[in-house]
């Protein structure tokens, strides 16, 4: 899904590799966090951790030549296929049900963004959005990101 993202929203610049994958795993992380909180004995530091990271990681994509939409898209997509697939401690026979009810939300959510965003790329013809290229390159300088299209 992250490369589908990206694929509508910068749809000049070419992207390749695994970063939205990455992006995924961080969100499948999130996801994990949550559904484990009982059990983690550090919840601030954890938190932490995971808030650092997303903010060093995004900083980052915001320099030229990154694709930070792949990112922000496998992201989310990690959360929802984190939501749907990760398997569940269950702390009781209504958590359990709760948790039943969120996978089943999360796989036809999944499957809409998938149909959704490949609809729109096929049928897109010229997406415009004039604060989006704010999200793959912020000119931290003038002519920081000249030549992203």
């Known amino acids: 899904c992250g490369f589908m993202f990206s694929a509508i929203f910068s749809a ?4 390749n590799g695994s970063s939205a994958a990455i992006y995924g795993m961080l969100g499948v992380e999130t996801v994990d966090i949550f559904q484990t909180w009982q059990l983690i ?6 938190i932490f951790n995971l808030f650092i990271k ?14 930070n939409f792949a990112h922000v898209g496998g992201f989310f997509s990690g959360v929802v296929v984190g939501i749907w697939l990760l398997p569940y401690i269950v702390f009781g026979e209504m958590d359990g049900i709760r948790k039943k009810v969120f996978q089943f939300i999360f796989a036809i959510i ?3 963004i998938i149909f959704v965003l490949l609809y729109t ?11 989006c290229r704010y999200i793959n390159c ?12």
């Not at 004995?41 to 954890?46: F, I």
């Open 110 to 112: 999944l499957f809409v």
């Open 12 to 15: 000049q610049q070419l992207s």
């Open 54 to 67: 997303l903010a060093i990681f995004l900083g980052i994509g915001t320099l030229p030549y990154i694709d």
């Open 121 to 131: 790329f096929y049928n897109n013809s010229g997406f415009v959005c004039s604060w």
């Open 138 to 149: 912020v000119p931290y300088t003038s002519d920081m990101c000249a030549g992203q299209g």
């Open 41 to 46: 004995p550090n919840k601030c530091g954890t």
